[in-house]
């Protein structure tokens, strides 16, 4: 056994042998009354979330033809993402040759975090012409146009006066163990957050290494953002967006997340302290005259930048965008939780099936995002609010919300999954106060295992509940809750029914590279004590976290 690596780990009665490159076998003892699924990469195994296999060709790869056509003209003019190959990335002058020929006039962003991704600047009217001469470039690996995105929200009855949200996802019991800590930072990207308001002045993310002074004082490659940043005007103006200047929505999502909390003033936050990062993407987009959310990959990039480990997205779209998943897919490595709604159906108002009809970002399939359905005050799925089995991880209030607005007011009547988002945001950012040694896995994981099962998410949405903060922050792991992460091609056997898969099925049909978390001692599991699981680890790269 020179070359090979065994570990043996005993934990309750689990006994798990490990040999890299070798077999792994799980010994499983009969279940004991832990909730939640075995779950893969973007949700449960062999249960994709929203397809996206268009996009890819057989050998999983990106497929330059799906770009070719766009996907519809909600995007901003005279701009494209353009994505290079990595050997081209790497050699300016190759670059600038292909943006030459393609017509571009010039580059308006680079990504730091994403190699070869940058924004261009083209022609308004020939986004798709410029876009086709990039993707006949053998260089080039994807070229698409500066989608649009909405938020999920509908306004109504301002007046509404119970913040009933709070107490439907046990705010107060939650509160007991942890409130906040003003160093923890959350990304908020929206509309724009007032940054003056009284109720959320002190929770907003001050940045001490910058002054108004022009420079770029900490280095960061943002000048003078001392509060946030506004990734359309490229400055630090968070708030007013005079192209959204009307527009309330950034703020009351921050407010739900982290307005200060017992002040004697207004409202509460999920988080009573915290340091609310704001990135400002709100566009009214001169095609549609809505406002909306645009240069997203630039706007998770400042998220990413200033050190938020969860930041929260509420708004969407139809429109599939790869440098969004990728950006996505970067943040997953430094541990970010992407928080996203799941859309409010189409113009009927009434909710659709997000794994018929995807909504993106919700549906990009990825396991550090967390998908976010509305109910309301009787625990019901609110009508206008999307779902999926596959595709919609839980549920948290999102009818008649009180939060803060802009000119230092609050609103009690905002409905919409952009408000339910933001409860799971607050409470992920309270995971981590409460338990800083979590990783983000298992962060991620406490809001699901600690979902409130409700009749109306039964079947629609993977948790089958509701946001419980008190459940998930109080929620043990104990030494036999032991997930067992295998990052290779999984083939197995033996006979084991979890909530909506099968397990010998998902591990014999996962793909390599994908993540299959495989929980032992749960209420579904019905498998045979001693039964044994072979795992065949043909790449090595075994980890193990409780």
């Known amino acids: 056994m020179t070359n090979l690596i065994r570990k043996v780990i005993e934990r309750g009665h689990l006994r798990i042998f490990l040999i890299l490159g070798a077999t792994v076998m799980v010994l499983a003892p009969q279940a004991r009354g832990v909730r939640w699924e075995s779950k893969s990469e973007g949700g449960v195994p062999n249960e994709p979330r929203a397809a996206q296999l268009p996009w890819m060709n057989e050998d999983g790869e990106i497929n330059k033809k799906a770009f070719r056509t766009f996907q519809s003209d909600d995007f901003l003019p ?46 308004a009217g020939e986004e798709e012409q410029v876009a086709n001469l990039y993707l006949d470039e053998e260089g080039v690996e994807y070229a698409e146009p500066n989608y649009t995105y909405y938020p999920h929200v509908t306004p109504n009855d301002p007046f509404y006066p119970q913040m009933w ?65 506004n990734v359309r005007s490229d400055n630090n103006n968070i708030w007013p967006d005079t192209t959204c200047s009307d527009d309330s929505h950034g703020t009351h999502v921050a407010g739900t997340i982290g307005a200060v909390s017992n002040n004697g003033m207004g409202v509460a936050g999920l988080m009573w302290d915290v340091s609310i990062v704001t990135v400002n993407a709100g566009v009214r987009n001169p095609n549609t005259g809505r406002c909306g959310i645009n240069d997203t990959p630039d706007a998770l990039e400042y998220v990413l930048t200033t050190g938020c480990f969860v930041s929260n997205h509420s708004y969407g779209g139809s429109n599939y965008s790869q440098s969004m998943y990728d950006m996505i897919d970067t943040a997953k490595g430094s541990g970010h939780i992407f928080v996203s709604s799941a859309g409010n159906g189409g113009g009927d108002n009434v909710g659709d099936n997000n794994d018929i009809l995807p909504q993106y970002p919700a549906s990009y399939d990825l396991s550090n995002i967390i998908s976010v359905a509305a109910i309301d005050v009787n625990d019901d799925r609110a009508e206008f609010s999307n779902y999926g089995l596959n595709s919609v991880d839980i549920g948290a209030p999102g009818v008649g919300i009180c939060s803060t607005i802009d000119t230092n007011s609050y609103s009690c009547g905002w409905d919409g999954t952009s408000m339910a988002s933001p409860h799971v945001a607050g409470a992920i950012a309270l995971m981590r106060a409460a338990h800083p040694g979590d990783s983000w896995q298992m962060r991620r994981d406490r809001i699901f295992v600690g979902a409130r099962t409700i009749a109306d998410l039964n079947g629609l949405v993977k948790t089958n509940g509701t946001l419980d903060v008190a459940e998930a922050i109080s929620y043990q792991m104990y030494a036999s809750d032991l997930w067992v992460d295998f990052n290779f091609l999984l083939n197995g056997i033996g006979t084991y029914t979890f909530p909506f898969n099968d397990l010998n099925t998902a591990l014999n049909a996962a793909p390599a590279g994908e993540i299959i978390s495989i929980k032992p001692g749960q209420d579904n599991w019905t498998g045979v004590i001693n039964q044994n699981v072979v795992l065949n680890a043909p790449y090595g790269g075994v980890s193990i976290g409780n």
């Open 78 to 123: 005279g701009e494209i993402y353009v994505r290079f190959l990595t050997d081209v990335s790497q050699s300016i002058e190759s670059m600038r040759d292909i943006h030459d020929r393609a017509g571009a006039l010039h580059v308006i962003w680079e990504s730091r975090f994403v190699p070869g991704l940058v924004k261009v600047q083209v022609p």
């Open 165 to 229: 949200g709070l107490e439907n996802v046990n705010a107060p019991q939650a509160w007991d163990y942890d409130t906040g800590q003003s160093n923890l930072r959350v990304g908020v990207v929206d509309t724009g957050t007032y940054f003056t308001h009284p109720d959320l002045a002190g929770n907003l993310w001050n940045n001490t290494g910058e002054v108004i002074n022009g420079v770029d004082d900490d280095g960061n490659g943002y000048i003078d953002d001392v509060r946030g940043w």
